[in-house]
């Protein structure tokens, strides 16, 4: 709660220096696209993710965003991955600055936690980062900060708790449409360190194609296929997986 | 725009050509995948058997360093095996990784020849240098394994197990796992459990050498403590990140080793002894 609140906090103390107006609102997750008027976008999907060395989850996705004011949003989120984690988050991004082609500047700070009951493994992240959307591209970059704990501490031994104090985080996004007006359908790649409810170390990569297609009003479906090799940045990379998300989003 | 992406093509051409850095490699797997290697050295063991040394005092030291890196000589490792062999406690050394800095077959002969000199034994794993460009066939050609148990058997019977691990490619693979759970299915059958790896589980602190270096998978990671810490594993050993750190993670201590290459300025080893406990201790060069 306190982290929700820091969170909280943290986005709407830049409120004060945005002027500008948004063409769309959202807490930033991996699916973005569906523009439109009403405040509450609600994004689900299911997905499946390969890991070469741990076997593969299926599991589902849900998330809702809440635009707040035309410069600030708040967004949640939950994740079920069968038999290997549940995983949950919170966030608020701030606009501190919009171009009048549409272009912005963001300020994004969440709040992830993650469980593996059959690990005995938790961790929290937080994280902050900066947005810049342009027609074609998308471009992050920010820190987090990850503590991991067991479930249930030790009475035998060391506290069993790590914390890793800064984490860079990072995804280069580029669209085939522009993405700064309305559009039917888009598609695009991106290369990232993180996803919806993983962060990374900073060496692991995920790479994929996604794209969204509106079918009316303003629903669309969502889909995204990617891989994620390991040991990159080790002088040399290694299989380790792919991953894919079908599901949809609509705005109320 | 068109001059920014000649210069860019240009000096990716001019990493990719240099024997510094293997700017394809650090996206694409430039070596063999680690479930080929794994396969490879699980195949070698089976030809060759485990290695079992006997007659073994029951406290007994083993020296261990890592991050050789060796480019001009070996003084620096050849002074941690002679130590180990003027050690009336010591009866083997361990060499955890990054045996080359760059390609070519000068640094493993160079080991190779620096462990021959003693009269004791040197178990070696690889890095992930001693995998890129066409340092792994001189590897496979001096050291055969990396993937394997060294069983320590004291003279009151006492049995103490050093596991060895391949994570050259930042992760140990499906096989390889699936190896160490059986390895680990007779940890009762042993007095002291060691594993060792190239890989630096954690990525706690920064140096040159953390970032842009990889870690484990997450998912791997936390599957890999949960392991270590079920079969309460006595130590933890690892590389790569060139500094010292210490991690005690449940019941089990995960120790980080510094790097020996010849331009650092703090370089050193442990000494890890086991007896009743396992104990080890830092030691500069």
């Known amino acids: 709660m306190l982290l929700t609140i820091m969170g909280i906090l943290g986005s709407t103390g830049v409120q004060g220096q945005v002027a500008e107006v948004l063409p769309e609102g959202g807490h930033r997750s991996t699916h973005e696209g569906v523009h439109g008027s009403t405040p509450i976008r609600v994004v689900g999907y299911g997905f499946y993710d390969y890991h070469y060395a741990t076997d593969g989850v299926g599991g589902g996705a849900l998330m809702a965003d809440w635009r707040v004011s035309q410069t600030f949003s708040l967004g949640a989120g939950v994740e079920y991955a069968s038999s290997n984690r549940i995983a949950a988050k919170l966030g608020g991004m701030a606009t501190l600055l919009t171009t009048n082609k549409g272009q912005r500047l963001t300020l994004e700070n969440s709040y992830l936690w993650r469980h ?84 990374e170390r900073v060496a692991n990569w995920f790479f994929s ?13 969502i889909a995204e296929v990617g891989v994620h090799p390991v040991g990159s940045l080790n002088l040399t990379a290694s299989y380790d997986g792919w991953f894919m998300h079908l599901g949809a989003m609509r705005r109320f | 725009m068109n001059a920014r992406i000649i210069i860019l093509a240009a000096i990716a051409l001019m990493l990719g050509s240099c024997n510094r850095l293997d700017v394809k490699g650090m996206f694409f797997s430039s070596g063999s995948h680690t479930e080929d290697r794994v396969a490879e050295w699980l195949e070698w063991n089976q030809q060759h058997g485990e290695n079992i040394i006997t007659g ?9 360093c890592s991050d050789i890196h060796l480019e001009g000589d070996a003084s620096r490792v050849a002074t941690v095996l002679e130590r180990e062999n003027a050690d009336p406690l010591g009866q083997f050394s361990l060499v955890l990784g990054d045996i080359a800095n760059e390609s ?32 792994e066939q001189y590897y496979k050609q001096y ?28 992760t140990h693979g ?48 936390y599957q890999l403590l949960d392991l ?58």
């Not at chain 1, 027609?135 to 249930?152: E, F, K, Q, T, W």
């Not at chain 1, 194609?209 to 479906?221: F, I, P, V």
């Not at chain 2, 069983?151 to 994570?167: E, H, R, W, Y």
Request: charged share 20%.
């Open chain 2, 104 to 135: 070519g077959e000068r640094p493993f002969h160079l080991l190779d020849s620096v462990i021959g000199i003693g009269s004791d034994t040197c178990f070696v794993i690889l890095g992930n240098h001693d995998i890129y460009f066409d340092c």
């Open chain 1, 116 to 199: 593996y009951p059959s690990l005995d493994r938790q961790e929290f992240t937080s994280a902050l980062q900066l947005g810049w959307r342009a027609r074609h591209a998308d471009l992050h970059l920010g820190l987090c900060n990850r503590y991991s704990a067991p479930l249930v501490q030790r009475s035998d031994g060391g506290m069993g708790t790590v914390l890793e104090p800064m984490n860079v985080m990072f995804a280069i996004e580029g669209w085939w449409n522009n993405q700064t007006i309305p559009q039917q359908w888009n598609v695009g790649l991106r290369w990232s360190n993180y996803h919806d409810f993983v962060i």
């Open chain 2, 56 to 64: 073994v005092p029951d406290t007994y030291s083993v020296y261990a």
């Open chain 2, 143 to 170: 050291f055969h394994t990396s993937t394997y148990t060294v069983t320590v058997q004291t003279v009151s019977g006492a049995k103490d197990l050093f596991i060895f691990l391949d994570s050259g490619n930042a």
């Open chain 2, 228 to 285: 270590m810490d079920e079969n309460q594993v006595s130590l933890f050993l690892m590389g790569h990140f060139h500094h010292q750190e210490e991690h005690m993670i449940g019941r089990v201590p995960y120790v980080l080793l510094d790097n020996l290459n010849e331009d650092k300025d703090t370089p050193n080893y442990i000494v890890v002894t086991l007896g009743n406990e396992v104990n080890y201790k830092y030691c500069e060069l």
């Open chain 2, 174 to 221: 499906k096989r390889q796992l699936e190896w160490l759970k059986e390895v680990l299915q007779h940890r009762n059958d042993f007095r002291h459990v060691v594993v060792s790896t190239h890989t630096c589980l954690f990525r706690t602190s920064y140096n040159y050498s953390t970032t842009p270096a990889a870690n484990l998978p997450l998912d791997e990671y």
């Open chain 1, 209 to 221: 194609a996604k794209g969204y297609y509106t079918l009316k009003d303003e629903t669309a479906l």
